[in-house]
């Protein structure tokens, strides 16, 4: 399939994007173990999952190709051998170190023929009441006993937006800020490697889930074909930033600048596109408790390394300079009273998907925002989102836009 990536601007027409439905591994969620699985409290599943399908619905309707992370998961693993290698891995990156243990739940899994059930099964993880293992002297099988499973959940894969991110032609598969999430990546790895939508062609990879800083894709967005920003965040390390700095300007000709936005490293804000995401050419939502302190970095292609200087104009201006544009205008969220700015950004009123210049996905809970957004003449497909956003992400979060058309 040529051209099978193409993402050169945050608003062009989306065409195909990527979805995870939330499966199992929600309801092996659990108190007691919530903070280290990055999660405040415990979605719903069945609510959850209709409101995953009214968003996807909602793109459909709007002719958009919507594929499935877990459905190319499996169809990647298409032969036995891959699905053994892709095992080996897994179970190396949950620490399943046990030489006994390890065993069993190998057998356990090789032991589902379905491979789009296996991929479901590693996703969801695998708790100790689904496998009865044989108790033996190993210190490694006997630590922790205690605890509930044999292998964690991974509850944030509905978060596709993360784990790599699509720049231009090429990819960035990531390194993930939290050990609990480190195993996501793992999909995008045989996806591209393995998948027949990519088999025919070799992706350029922006940057490897292997390197030792941490990137995540909520912290990169596709400006314009030339500019990119990328959030210097809890989640994203400012060397990860040099790193595919380098890699985009030698491999990925039509982009020449980076802006670098440090947003702190608080929870709340977590990701870049929790508090700043493009709607049209000319506007972009923002959490106005980031613009008051928001330092902004240049990183420029040059003959050798980058050029890297600290704007010091104020971010319309920034943004006027390197998109080429007269104006802009930032839509805030919570209509920029910080009381609300600051409830409806915890429920990711910023955190907007364009799936055309002007034209958004948005949560229904925001109220505040989405009035200033539709003032602003921005067209709003408003989705529900009372479980989904106990996960801490929005529309943009949930979504891996594969190809747009260019602007």
Known sequence: MANALNNFSEIGKLQQVMLHRPGKELENLLPDYLEQLLFDDIPFL??????????????????????????????????????????????????????????????????????????????????????????????????????????????????????????????????????????????????????????????????????????EGGDILVLSPQVLAIGISQRTDVSSIEKIARNIFASEASFQHILAFNIGEERKFMHLDTVFTMVDYDKFTIHPEIEEHLVVYSIAKKQGDPEIVEETDSLEQILCRYL????????????????????????????????????????????????????????LHRIPGSELVRGRGGPRCMSMPFVRDKL
């Open 46 to 215: 069945e609510q959850a999952r209709k409101e995953h399908d009214f968003f996807a619905n909602t793109l459909r309707e709007q002719g958009i190709d919507v594929l499935y992370l877990e459905d190319l998961a499996a169809e990647a693993l298409h032969t036995d051998s891959l699905k053994q290698q892709f095992l080996s891995e897994y179970l190396d990156e949950a620490y399943v170190t046990g030489k006994e243990t390890r065993k069993e739940i190998e057998d356990f899994f090789l032991a589902i023929k379905d491979t789009r059930e296996f991929i479901d099964q590693t996703m969801a993880g695998l708790h100790k009441k689904q496998l009865s293992i044989s108790k033996n002297l190993n210190l490694s099988d006997m630590v922790e006993d205690n605890y509930p499973f044999y292998i964690d959940p991974m509850p944030n894969l509905y978060f596709s937006r993360d784990s790599f991110a699509i720049i231009g032609k090429s990819v960035s598969l990531n390194k993930m800020y939290a050990k609990t999430r480190r195993r996501e990546t793992l999909y995008g790895k045989y996806i591209f490697q393995h998948h027949p939508m990519f088999s025919k062609e070799s992706i350029n990879l922006l940057y490897n889930r292997d390197f030792d800083t941490r990137i």
């Open 324 to 379: 080429d544009l007269s104006a802009v205008e930032f839509i805030r969220c919570g209509g920029g009273d910080f009381t609300a700015a600051a409830r409806e950004q915890w429920n990711d009123g910023s955190n907007t998907l364009a799936i055309a210049p002007g034209e958004v996905i948005v949560y229904d809970r925001n109220p505040m925002t989405n009035q200033k957004l539709e003032a602003a003449g921005v067209t």
